[in-house]
């Protein structure tokens, strides 16, 4: 189920990026085992990411693609 989850991450969510043709091992890898920060509030969760992070760009066009996805229900 999770190789399914991450072929469609890719499929819908990475296309117009570097990692288009990534393997799922490449994608877990630079994407999946970032160091973060957490914070929860009521209305909202806080994913706060080092600056230094080499694939920041591509989580934003893929954060943005995801709020666009319709949803399934």
């Known amino acids: 189920m999770a190789y399914v989850l991450i072929q469609s991450f890719r499929q819908n969510c990475l296309k117009r990026t570097s990692l288009a043709k990534a393997t799922v091992g490449t994608i877990r890898l630079s994407l999946l085992k970032l160091g973060a920060r957490i914070t929860i509030s009521c209305r909202r969760i806080l994913i706060a990411i080092a600056t230094a992070c080499p694939y920041q760009d591509i989580l934003g066009i893929a954060y943005s693609i995801i ?6 229900g």
């Open 67 to 72: 709020q666009v996805l319709p949803d399934s």
